[in-house]
């Protein structure tokens, strides 16, 4: 199978999915993961329509940024360290991870430096998992108004990653808390829109979209032959 027979088995089962929990599958945005993919590969599925696409480490983004069309929209999915925000300022549309507020100052730095506002979303470690980055669900709270006062960012929603398993129905409670966690922050803070869940991967994205993502990270499931 080719990337086109992918994303026509990707799309069906989100639509299922957004069915089965009485939600619009077009509100629901694919972000196709491109860690290790090459240019030409992206530009594939660029012809099969898709136009947002997520890297983990920012060198490998900025290398492929400038041989794919500018039209097209990236976000940073994975680990930022402070180091590399000036990189990326100006050049991603969302960044996923957002962990700490060391890093949130940077962006907030470099978003001023270069007279934009940088949209972020909050990564949570709903999981526990240590080997995981993300605040834990206890710290959300005072973290979102610790950032509150910073004008260079824009928290847009939360981000999560469930465990890795051969059952995608034990990541639903992740998905679900984090959902939940979305719900109860942005309650009795009126400037504040946690709009986008971004959850779900290729292993799990179904269970993610029922219980409420509007992004899903998928690679593989588009990538692989």
Do not use: C
């Not at 599958?25 to 290790?36: L, M, N, W």
């Not at 996923?96 to 270069?114: C, F, G, P, T, V």
């Not at 990653?161 to 939940?180: G, S």
């Not at 593989?220 to 032959?225: C, T």
């Amino acid at each position: 199978m080719g990337i086109r027979e992918n994303l026509l088995t990707v799309y069906k089962k989100i639509k299922l999915a957004a069915k089965k929990s009485g939600r619009n599958p077009e509100v629901i945005k694919i972000v196709a993961v491109t860690k290790t993919i090459s240019p030409q590969t992206i530009q594939e599925a660029i012809n099969e329509g898709l136009t947002t696409f997520g890297e983990n480490k920012v060198q490998e983004l900025l290398a492929k940024q400038p041989l794919l069309p500018p039209g097209i929209e990236w976000h940073m999915i994975g680990h930022l360290q402070t180091n590399k925000v000036k990189n990326i300022v100006g050049k991603v549309k969302l960044i996923h991870s957002l962990d700490r507020y060391s890093l949130a100052q940077e962006i907030n730095r470099w978003a001023l430096k270069k007279s934009t506002k940088v949209n972020v979303l909050v990564q949570v470690n709903v999981s526990g998992e240590p080997s995981k980055h993300g605040l834990a669900p206890v710290e959300l709270t005072g973290f979102l108004d610790e950032v509150a006062h910073l004008p260079g960012l824009q928290i847009l929603g939360l981000m999560a990653m469930a465990p890795q398993t051969d059952n995608p129905e034990e990541t639903r409670p992740v998905f679900r808390k984090l959902r939940v966690l979305a719900e109860n922050s942005s309650k009795n803070r009126p400037g504040l829109a946690l709009v986008y869940l971004s959850m779900g991967m290729s292993n799990d994205y179904e269970v993610a979209v029922e219980e409420g993502a509007n992004i899903v990270r998928i690679g593989s499931a588009i990538f692989s032959a």
